[in-house]
């Protein structure tokens, strides 16, 4: 129950930071979704805090405004900056990195569940699609 449970848990989070990326750079006639909605309303996700925090670390000043809260519903123009500092900062890049690890964590973490071996194999090609990392 343990392999289990950690293996769902890494595959969720590797899913829920997939649906960020989406909701940020995504293709909506692919998707179903628009995105820039999470970027309009600045939803407070992974990509944002590191892409903040990136940008502090760095100095990249122009970034850092892009990515500041305001108060007002922001422009294409807006939203188009926002993505180009998450891209520039290495917060895309970054977020890639960690769905690959989770769903890899995932994988490992189910293997140790006693598994037959072509349902673990179904479990890492499942991941693999629901993740993106296929």
């Given amino acids: 129950m343990d392999a289990l449970r950690s293996a769902g848990r890494c595959a969720g989070l590797a899913f829920q930071l997939r649906d960020d990326l989406l909701g940020a750079f995504g293709d909506p ?9 999470d ?3 600045r939803k407070l996700t992974y990509l ?7 940008a502090a670390e760095s100095g990249d000043v122009s970034a850092a405004v892009a990515l500041s809260p305001d108060d007002v519903l922001r422009s294409d123009d807006k939203v188009s900056l926002m993505r180009a500092a998450m891209e520039r900062t290495g917060a895309r890049a970054a977020v890639e990195a960690e769905i690959a690890r ?3 964590l995932g994988v490992r973490h189910f293997e140790e569940s006693g598994a037959d071996h072509h349902v673990r194999r ?3 090609s499942l991941i693999d699609k629901v993740v993106g990392t296929a």
């Fill in 29 to 37: 006639a692919v998707t179903g979704k628009p995105a820039d909605e």
């Fill in 102 to 104: 989770l769903a890899a």
């Fill in 39 to 41: 970027l309009r309303g």
């Fill in 48 to 54: 944002l805090a590191l892409a903040v925090r990136f």
């Fill in 122 to 124: 179904q479990f890492a």
